[in-house]
């Protein structure tokens, strides 16, 4: 069975930094995606910055691709998501996904529909 388990988040003044974590287990074989979404009150969840993990193909989503950095400790099956210059408006509730491992192309990563396996969530707040 898969699970998530997401660490990181807090509190940061506006212009800070995140890093938040998500460790993966019970996955056998490496055709899955992992992703880091975020829902503030009110939103609907948006994926954040996605990953293949057979082939570490990655898509960070816009306007902000400077800001946000994803990378992948395979061994650990971690994925971490840091966030640079933190603004107040990425005051939300972080969630990792990830999908069954049937996934045989890194665009389908994209798919907000082929996530399954989520994470508790994390908080985060960027005060001004």
């Known amino acids: 069975q898969v699970h998530l388990v997401e660490s990181g988040g807090g509190s940061v003044q506006s212009g800070g930094s995140l890093r938040l974590s998500c460790q993966a287990s019970?996955?056998?074989?490496?055709?899955?995606?992992m992703a880091w979404f975020r829902q503030a009150p009110g939103k609907e969840r948006e994926r954040l910055a996605s990953?293949?993990?057979?082939?570490?193909?990655?898509r960070i989503t816009d306007p902000d691709p400077g800001r946000f950095r994803l990378s992948l400790q395979s061994a650990e099956k971690t994925l971490v998501l840091e966030i640079d210059s933190a603004r107040p408006e990425d005051t939300a509730q972080y969630y990792c996904g990830s999908t069954e491992p049937n996934i045989y192309a890194g665009g389908v990563c994209t798919q907000r529909a082929r996530y399954t396996y989520w994470g508790q969530g994390t908080r985060v707040t960027v005060s001004s």
């Open positions: 019970g996955y056998n074989r490496i055709t899955y995606c």
């Open positions: 990953i293949y993990i057979a082939n570490n193909f990655t």
